[in-house]
């Protein structure tokens, strides 16, 4: 019998759409799908202590950066210290990239080899290789729920041939993934803007028999409306029954889009970025906090927003923060976007076990005012 990492269970689909709820079993508890993954890049998401995740904003599940890691302050020391959960005192649920992102963004540090890739390190220089075998090993001594096996992130643009090259390694490197670890490991379709290429690629990674199937190469610089196309042409090949991620994706208005076309899981770092950078999401749209038109405004972020910034909170507070730099704002301000990004999954969630998303969908469009 395969061993198998995490369970999917899927509780209701959706009538209209391939969208589905259901419940994802991991060693750190249980997980509600369709879910929105916080970024926690190096253990941390970025101005928020974990019991404002766990306590406040209700996250069961968070992502960490194998490539950052690595770099520092490496998995050994993770693992002499009891695995990441334990480090990053998270009792919930993990889930770690391959860092086969972040290298293969490295353009000028990193080569590609058949065997693995070499890349320097962005700190000091320092060289580390990384292999599919070697990629999962780092992610076992972190001690994740979820993994990912390493893959080569297309550019965008890409010709058909370099997309064609780098899906094939990455299928080659998807098998030899499986070969050595497999509980808890995701595969990753790649194939750049190509959808013949992505069709192709997750027909041989459904072979492989996974815990979950990852899709990658989204949101690298191409339209929003060809990442979604992307989406719908390689969905309907991988099984039902498994959890679907969707990585590195998207604003908020793009998540029920996504889940629409059968997407389970995804991450994003624009609520954390945007926060301290003064963006903040509501349900109306977006909000610049420094235009001075907040000066002296009383009022919430989003007055129909429940997170504990809201409920405490003024704008021009908050735009006071901002201006003269407080740290304080950082937390308040990503404290607001992530419970949006949350709540709008939650929504999305109750939608579908009451077989109606895609009114609420049609609902988002109608209330923003932006």
Known sequence: MIERGVRFEVLRECPHTRARAGLLHTAHGVVETPVFVPVGTQGSVKGLPQEMLERDLGVRLLLANTYHLLIRPGPEL????GGLHRFMAWPRALLTDSGGFQVFSLATLRQIA?????FRSHLDGAEHRLTPESALDVQEALGSDIRMVLDECTAYPATQEHARQSMERTVRWAVRSFAHRRAGVFPIVQGSMFAALR?????RLRDLDADGYALGGLSVGEPRTVSLEMVEATEDLLPRDRPRYCMGVGMLDELGEYVARGIDMMDCVLPTRNARNGYLFTNGGK???????????????????LCPTCARYSRSYLR????????????LATCHNVWIYLDRMRRIRDAIMLDNLPNLLKSFLSQRVD
């Open 320 to 331: 006071h923060l901002f201006l003269t730099g407080e740290i304080l704002f950082s937390t």
């Open 287 to 305: 909000l610049i906090i420094k235009h001075r038109q907040y000066r002296d405004d009383a009022r919430p972020i989003d007055e129909r927003c």
């Open 199 to 203: 069709r192709d690629c997750a027909r």
């Open 114 to 118: 058949e065997d693995g890739v070499v």
């Open 78 to 81: 993770i693992a002499q210290l």
